[in-house]
């Protein structure tokens, strides 16, 4: 995964509000991407949560996926 890049949250991060299948943006790598800074923001472009996360929390957009909007509770 490099910066900038959007990714999918692969795990619940209930600290934060965020739900599995959550897109956010990688917005620094750590240790040479066994960690990363990841910028989750709402479609009105409030930043949601920046969460640090290992590698394993997230994957790559995959080919044919459509996001879906839902309300987090803590927006």
């Known amino acids: 995964m490099k910066e900038l890049e ?3 949250l692969t795990s619940d991060i209930p600290e934060h509000g965020l739900k599995s299948g959550d897109i956010g943006t990688v917005v620094m790598i750590h240790k040479g ?3 990363l800074e990841v910028e989750f ?3 009105d472009g409030q930043t ?3 969460a640090t ?3 394993d929390k997230v994957r790559p957009v995959g080919h044919g996926e459509i996001p879906h909007a839902r309300r ?3 927006a």
Do not use: H, R
């Open 6 to 8: 959007q990714i999918v």
């Open 33 to 35: 991407g066994a960690g």
């Open 41 to 43: 923001v709402a479609l």
């Open 48 to 50: 949601i949560a920046v």
């Open 53 to 55: 996360l290992p590698a």
């Open 72 to 74: 987090v509770a803590n």
